[in-house]
């Protein structure tokens, strides 16, 4: 199920998205202003966010510029009543993937919306690389050097999470929403035993550790030494 992300202070427009698209089969989170915005994008990594352009205090544009360095993977669509050519041309300068003007046609959004998920689904192969580490997702191989990793299923998922989000700290939930789909809760050690799988992998040839612990926060992708 996608999730979206929908920062937006018009309640009016609020009520009616959520329940447009949550009729529609996405998980739709809610943030009324950019600060908000931003804490949820970075609490759950939505695939989708809706981003209204004038919000209070920090504005659509400056929402879209953090986003954006957050992650290439994030698609931003910027639903707003600015209409000239040029705001639309600084929407997407600052990041945005599509642009919409209020007041929209619900079926149009939706289908902006599956257009931009399916664009990302069709996504041609990429070669992340970290350091010596590399990940390939067309033939889902990993190397470290010349060294080949065969890595399972969950091990090549959790692998890829840290390889798109290189140095940016990823919570426990995070990657269990990512890669399970579930919160197995705090009680859980299962993400600690797939990570001592996936560090038993990469570390094999007496390499440097790259996926480290920050006690009470969660795991970071990143070389030793690095602040």
């Known amino acids: 199920m996608p999730r979206l992300l929908l920062i937006e202070d018009d309640e009016g427009i609020v009520r009616f998205l959520s329940r447009a698209l949550t009729y529609e089969g996405y998980q739709v989170d809610v943030a009324t202003d950019g600060e908000a915005g931003l804490a949820s994008a970075r609490e759950h990594m939505p695939d ?6 004038m919000l209070p ?16 993977n994030v698609l931003i669509l910027m639903l707003t009543a600015k209409t ?10 600052m990041g945005a993937d599509d642009y919409m003007v209020k007041p929209f046609n619900m079926d149009e959004l939706l289908a902006r919306i599956r257009a931009l998920l399916r664009r990302t ?7 992340y690389r970290f350091a010596d580490l590399e990940l390939d997702t067309g033939t889902r191989e990993a190397r470290r050097g010349d060294r080949r990793i065969a890595l399972t299923a969950k091990e090549y998922a959790l692998l890829e999470l840290f390889m798109r989000y290189p140095r940016q700290v990823l919570t426990r939930k995070q990657i269990y929403d990512q890669v399970w789909q579930y919160d197995f809760g705090a009680g859980s050690n299962l993400l600690e035993v797939y990570i001592r799988y996936l560090r038993r992998k990469l570390e094999a040839g007496g390499e440097p550790r790259l996926i480290h612990t920050l006690r009470g926060v969660g795991y970071v992708l990143r070389e030793e030494g690095e602040d």
């Open 121 to 127: 689904r069709q996504e041609e192969p990429k070669i």
């Open 57 to 72: 205090g920090m504005d659509g544009l400056e929402v879209a510029r953090r986003l954006r360095a957050m992650g290439d």
């Open 48 to 53: 989708l966010v809706i981003l209204d352009w």
């Open 84 to 93: 000239s050519v040029a705001d639309r041309v600084q929407g997407l300068d």
